[in-house]
């Protein structure tokens, strides 16, 4: 389009839409992972999510009068969708995507000035939104990993069949097909002294060979994803590290008191959505701080986040809120750790 | 003689009548609607936030705001010239308080489930902006029935908000409209309660803070929508010809 005559000016590697398009790809590894641990549900979440996520982009940007193709195109809403979709418990109903979605892509995306105004994560704001709303649905809805002993699982149809009309296959119940999260029973019972880790290990239902069973199956997929994103420069490494060295520091710290009632660093750093959260939801352009420094401390401030919330706060995973409330300091984030401009000396305050 | 004599009361009548209209409709729609205290002024926004989680609370606190701003308009009123103006503002205190004191002894004889529910937000009233500034502006320079008048309208356009958010918080939370209708009005009230939506699991954003804050700025946005349509009519109805130079 404009090709610069004079100055050199940078053009940037990759544009937005290809940029989207590679995060994307790198999570391909994460979602047939959490397919094959989970089920179909994860896909079925994910298809419905970028269904509904493309309708309300494109009604937005019909209401506010942009070219609604050129904006569809950047894939930043297939991106929201998929993360949303990857977030959501796998037997989520229909409506529960749909509402999600409405509150990502049109309140905190599009109300906000569209992509690249938005202060907070869309994916995760309405992610907390659901959780805060809807508790039971986002909290009972995960059916049992395909590694736990005596597992029973939904075909495709029958998944689908759940999905959207709420008709399990006779002879099936939902407490059948359904566990709760390893976070999940570190939190209910653990933390609040009903059971010890060793108790817990016993029952075999909780604990995998690194993090909780299933979810670091997962966990793993995800990290080789964000390796991938690392190495094509899509990330810097700034973010993920920070929040993974904190978050395995505190749980290190507060874990090597109590081994009887805290869980391990790998515990916490393969369990749940840690790796999916350090690799691919905190490093959003848009909504992370944009310095080195900025970057590192905001990171950290997620990492440190996560383990307080998983271990004091009432919820069982806490990337969400961890992220949303970091989100919020990213400007005074970015105030204070401008870089030293260069031929300036430090004290020269930026003006 | 008798006919021009009839003929100029008439006369006076309708130009009493027509002052009359003239002084009390701006007031009016002061209140309601141009220069509203919640979607205008921003003013009492803690109790319209926090107790607009269903409709008749909402209900209770706005009828509880009207009785208060009538009152406190007509005392202040009513002792404008007598108050020195280096002081007046400790007055306007003192009857506001006094006034907000009174109507809550009278809801919890009368009204007590609502009294319970509704809470530490009835003597909140007192710290309601929208009262003192309704003092300030307009009772301490105005003659008793158009302060009482613009009271009984500026409670109205609080309560009208205060009212819709409700209903909207509660219809989004709840699927229902008017549940516990029989605290505020009594038993035999019971049938104004309707389940809009039957099985509804809830939707508890509506009914949490954040709801209230989201639901307000929609009605913000939707106010301003409306108010800027109607400004471009008015410019498009004003000069019908093209202005030339």
Redesign the interface.
Same mark, same amino acid.
């Given at each position: 389009m404009f090709v610069a005559q004079s100055s050199p000016f940078l053009k940037p590697a990759l544009s937005v839409s290809k940029m989207m398009l590679v995060v994307n790809l790198a999570l391909i590894p994460g979602i047939i992972t959490a397919i094959w641990v989970f089920g179909f549900g994860v896909l079925v979440n994910i298809v419905l999510a970028i269904i509904f996520a493309l309708g309300f982009e494109a009604l937005m940007l019909y209401l506010r009068k942009r070219p609604i193709k050129v904006y569809l195109n950047d894939k930043s809403a297939v991106l929201t969708a998929v993360l949303l979709g990857l977030a959501l418990p796998p037997l989520a109903p229909w409506w529960l995507t749909l #509402?999600g979605i409405f509150f990502a892509i049109v #309140?905190a995306k599009h109300l906000y000035g569209g992509l690249g105004y938005n202060p907070f994560n869309p994916a995760m704001a309405a992610y907390a939104?659901l959780l805060?709303?809807?508790?039971a649905?986002m909290t009972t809805l995960w059916p049992s990993p395909a590694m736990l002993a005596g597992h029973e699982s939904l075909n495709f149809l029958q998944t689908l069949n759940f999905q959207l009309f709420n008709q399990l296959p006779p002879s099936v119940t939902l407490d059948a097909i359904s566990y709760a999260t390893p976070l999940d029973v570190v939190r209910t019972s653990v933390i609040n002294g009903l059971a010890s880790i060793s108790e817990i290990e016993d029952t075999g239902k909780t604990f995998g060979m690194l993090g909780g069973l299933g979810t670091e199956w997962v966990n793993l997929a995800f990290l080789a994803g964000g390796l991938f994103l690392l190495k094509k420069g899509v990330i810097q490494w700034y973010i993920p590290v920070s929040l993974l060295a904190t978050l395995g520091f505190f749980s290190l710290l507060f874990g090597s008191f109590e081994l009887d009632s805290n869980p391990s660093p790998l515990f916490h750093l393969f369990s749940g959505a840690t790796m999916l959260g350090a690799f691919f939801i905190a490093t959003d352009p848009v909504t992370a701080a944009t310095t080195p420094k900025g970057r590192i401390i905001y990171g950290a401030g997620i990492g440190l986040l996560i383990y307080i919330i998983r271990t004091w706060g009432g919820y069982p995973d806490a990337i969400a809120f961890a992220v949303l409330i970091m989100n919020m300091c990213v400007p005074l984030l970015d105030y204070y750790t401008q870089p030293r401009v260069y031929g300036h000396n430090d004290r020269d305050q930026p003006s | 003689m008798s006919d021009t004599i009839s003929d100029t009361l008439t006369e006076d009548n309708i130009k009493a009548q027509t002052s009359f209209m003239q002084e009390y409709t701006p007031i009016a729609k002061d209140g309601l609607w141009n220069n509203n205290p919640v979607l205008v002024q921003m003013l009492g926004l803690c109790p319209l936030l926090a107790v607009s989680n269903s409709v008749i609370n909402a209900l209770g606190l706005g009828m509880a705001t009207i009785a208060v701003l009538i009152l406190s308009n007509m005392c202040i009123s009513l002792i404008r010239n007598i108050v020195r103006p280096e002081i007046r503002l400790p007055v306007f205190v003192i009857i506001i308080a006094s006034v907000v004191t009174a109507i809550e002894l009278v809801m919890h004889a009368y009204f007590h489930e609502l009294y319970l529910i509704l809470g530490i937000f009835i003597p909140l009233i007192v710290t309601n902006c929208s009262i003192i500034a309704r003092a300030e502006a307009f009772a301490s320079k105005n003659t008793i029935g158009k302060a009482a008048f613009d009271g009984l309208m500026m409670g109205l356009g609080f309560t009208l908000v205060l009212v819709v958010l409700g209903a909207m918080r509660e219809l989004i939370g709840l699927g229902t409209l008017f549940a516990n209708a029989d605290i505020m009005f009594g038993e035999g009230m019971q049938w104004l309660t309707i389940t809009v939506i039957p099985d509804y699991?809830g939707? *508890? *954003?509506a009914i *949490?803070p954040?709801g209230a804050f989201?639901g307000l700025a929609f009605l913000l946005a939707l106010k301003n929508y409306i108010a800027l349509k109607q400004k471009a009519a008015k410019k498009t109805q004003k000069s019908p010809l093209p202005e030339t130079i």
């Open positions: #509402v #309140v939104i805060i709303s809807f508790p649905e | 699991n939707f *508890l *954003l *949490l954040p989201m």
